[in-house]
Nanobody
Framework: QVQLVESGGGLVQAGGSLRLSCAASGRTFSRYVMGWFRQAPGKEREFVAAISWNSTSTYYADSVKGRFTISRDNAKNTAYLQMDSLKPEDTAVYYC????????????????????WGQGTQVTVSS
C-alpha cells in the first residue's frame, strides 16, 4: 500500500514557474513508476509526465515537453514536477500516481495502469 500527498500548487502568472512535490509513504517507493496527471474543469484527466523507478527513463506529454521536468529522490520517497514557462492552459488539478508495472512509454501514460493516487493540488496560471 502506498499513500501519496501532493504539494506545491498555487497561483502563478503566465511565464512563471512552480515545483510540485509528491511525498510517498511506504518502503517500496523505489520500485514504483511515478506519474503526473492533470485534470482541468470540464475535461478528462490527461497524462503529463512519468519517470521510471531508477530515473533512467522519463516520458512527457507533447504539450509540456521542454517546459516541465519530472524527477525523483528515492532516499526521500518524493517525486517532483518542475513546471517552467507556465501557460494559462496548464491550469488544472495535478495528481501524482504510482504503480509497479514494467516501464514503457505507452504504459506509463495510461492512467488506468496506476493503482495509487494522491488527492491532487491546484495549479492556476493567470494570463
Amino acid at each position: 500500500q502506498v499513500q501519496l500527498v501532493e504539494s506545491g500548487g498555487g497561483l502563478v502568472q503566465a511565464g512563471g514557474s512552480l515545483r510540485l512535490s509528491c511525498a510517498a509513504s511506504g518502503r517500496t517507493f523505489s520500485r514504483y513508476v511515478m506519474g503526473w496527471f492533470r485534470q482541468a474543469p470540464g475535461k478528462e484527466r490527461e497524462f503529463v509526465a512519468a519517470i521510471s523507478w531508477n530515473s533512467t527513463s522519463t516520458y512527457y506529454a507533447d504539450s509540456v515537453k521542454g517546459r516541465f521536468t519530472i524527477s525523483r529522490d528515492n532516499a526521500k520517497n518524493t517525486a517532483y514536477l518542475q513546471m517552467d514557462s507556465l501557460k494559462p492552459e496548464d491550469t488544472a488539478v495535478y495528481y501524482c500516481a504510482a504503480d509497479s508495472f514494467p516501464w514503457s512509454g505507452s504504459v506509463c501514460s495510461d492512467s488506468g495502469e496506476y493503482d495509487y493516487w494522491g488527492q491532487g493540488t491546484q495549479v492556476t496560471v493567470s494570463s
